[in-house]
């Protein structure tokens, strides 16, 4: 069962908005911290609130069966996703703190911040927990590439596990990382202008519109 035209339409526009994520974390990271908290902060934002509007669609069962094994069916999952059917969890943490490296040496200082896991559960209010900018950008990345892959194969099948996955994943796991770590960026953003005058704010703050 195939996704229908509206929904092809809001996957089409929240896959444009992933690759552009995808391909920022991608880059050498070759501009000032600034500008990449500002276009980072700026992008998440449009994510997050496409993701908020991603309808709910029931996955199609994989050809495998529901009577196959586990082995065989993270077999399927794994082709599907274009990812090594033997490629140990070593590998790919290695890839995700690289990833995560790699934003921490830009943002430096500025990377780190606390946070309550929990904000409705009193017993956390006073037991906040040390997080990393890197680390939620990180996990963001790894949620809609995997998504992005399977809506890449161009197969209608594939399309709609992909918006199912997007989905789900945003109610349970990229969602708070991205509505936690956007309020950062932007206490980082504010932190940096407020010993700038109004040009300098301007000329920086549009460089990307």
Known sequence: ???????MIIGNNFADLVSQYVNII???F????????????????????AGATLPSVESTKTEVGINKTLAETMLKINKILKEPARQNLSERTDLFFKRMKKIKKLLGKYDGYWHIFDPIDEKEKDDPTYYCISG?????????????????????????R?????QRDFDIHWGHHAIIVLRVIHRRIEEYFL????????????RYL
């Open 195 to 206: 010993d700038y005058d109004e040009d300098d704010f301007n000329e920086i703050r549009n």
């Open 162 to 166: 992909a918006m199912s996955k997007w």
């Open 26 to 28: 991608d880059s050498k």
């Open 1 to 7: 069962m195939a996704l229908n035209k509206k929904y």
């Open 30 to 49: 070759d501009m000032p911290r600034i500008d990449f908290l500002l276009i980072i902060h700026r992008l998440l934002s449009k994510i997050y609130a």
């Open 136 to 160: 939620d950008l990180a996990e963001i990345y790894d949620d809609l590439k995997k998504g992005l892959k399977l809506w890449n194969l161009n197969d209608p099948i594939e399309k709609e």
